[in-house]
Structures are given as structure tokens and as C-alpha cells.
């Protein structure tokens, strides 16, 4: 075989492999790549706590359980928040409010008790205004913060500083490294349901 004959056949060959080639390349630019183990910060979770158990869920969109933390909780733990200083800890569906960076434990995410469900009791109870119960239904209603000074009590957060005893006056606490942990990852209005 001479070497036109060689020079001829690759030049043939250029347009077949360029032609099988071509789509596996495609097919390979288009295709979703593969998740990582580790949580986006954008992906959305949910937390669960079981006040029984003192344990706190985390998980995913779909789902999935990503990781249980110990948790304590308010000094008066067994059933659910009923008015400020009662020391219990609520029990209900919330989100995350906002988060303080600069809490005296360690760090904290804001809850949002109360919800209107707590508002009902509340306004029924006669602890809240019919305007305070506005208030916090137009604010829960709006995924923002419902106010904090009412009679129902407020600021419950989940925040460090350990979890060897109940001792909190209703929020639910972690150890800090637990803590840091969520703070980075979850954003704010995360859905929060805690379980008696």
C-alpha cells in the first residue's frame, strides 16, 4: 500500500469517527452530573423535633433523613407551649424566622411561635388581643416573624449550649457544634414541625 492510498483512507476515516464520536460527546456536555453526598445550601430541608425522644431530624426535599441531633428542651417539657414563662417548649408546625449570629448561645434560628393555631388558642384563652391575633396570622400568613411580645410568650429559638438537661426557658437546644451545623446549611424559612 502506498502512501496515498494511507493518506486517503484517514482522511475517510475523519468523517466516521467524527460521526460516532460526535453524539457520545453531546450526550455526555447534556447529561445532569451526578450529586454529592454533601447538602447544597441552596437545596431545601425540613426539621422535625421529637420532643419524646430529644431528638432533632433533619431532612432533605425528598424526604430523605440526613442526620438526627440530641436536642434538649424547656425545663417544663412534656406538652405545649401555652403562655410566656410557662418554660414549655411548643409543639406545632413553624419555619425559620431569621438567624442571630450574635446569640448568648452560641448561635440561635428563630421560630415562628406563635403560629395561628397558637393565636386561636390564645385569643380564645383571652391572652391575646383580637388585633395581637391579627398581627400574628397576617404575619405567619406572609412567612415573615409573628410578633414576640404577647402573653402567648415568644422568642423560641433552636440554639446552643448543650443538651444535657432540659433547661431552657422553651427553645430547643443543641450542642454547638449541632448548632453551627444547621446555621450554615439551612435557610431561612425552612419548615419546622415540632412533635410532642
Not at 397558637?118 to 391579627?134: F, H, N
Not at 433547661?167 to 444547621?182: H, P, Q, R, S, Y
Amino acid at each position: 500500500m502506498d502512501v496515498q492510498t494511507l493518506k486517503i483512507r484517514r482522511l475517510l476515516l475523519i468523517p466516521i469517527l467524527f460521526t460516532i464520536c460526535l453524539p457520545v460527546l453531546v450526550l455526555s456536555l447534556l447529561s445532569k452530573p451526578k450529586m454529592t453526598e454533601t447538602p447544597e445550601p441552596s437545596a431545601s430541608y425540613r426539621i422535625v423535633v421529637k420532643k419524646s425522644q430529644r431528638k432533632l431530624y433533619l431532612y432533605n426535599q425528598d424526604k430523605k433523613l440526613l442526620k438526627t441531633y440530641k436536642i434538649a428542651l424547656g425545663f417544663n417539657p412534656v406538652g405545649t407551649k401555652q403562655k410566656q414563662g410557662d418554660g414549655a417548649t411548643p409543639e406545632g408546625k413553624y419555619y425559620i424566622t431569621h438567624k442571630n449570629p450574635n446569640s448568648k448561645f452560641h448561635l440561635s434560628l428563630g421560630i415562628s411561635y406563635p403560629n395561628s393555631q397558637d393565636a386561636a388558642s390564645g385569643l380564645q384563652r383571652k391572652l391575646i388581643t383580637p388585633k395581637e391575633y391579627e398581627m400574628i396570622t397576617t404575619a405567619i400568613q406572609a412567612q415573615a416573624k409573628p410578633p414576640q411580645n404577647t402573653k402567648l410568650g415568644g422568642d423560641i429559638f433552636l440554639h446552643g449550649h448543650g443538651t444535657d438537661s432540659d433547661w431552657t426557658w422553651g427553645c430547643v437546644a443543641l450542642e454547638n457544634n449541632d448548632i453551627k451545623e444547621l446555621f450554615d446549611l439551612l435557610p431561612i424559612k425552612t419548615p419546622v414541625k415540632i412533635e410532642p
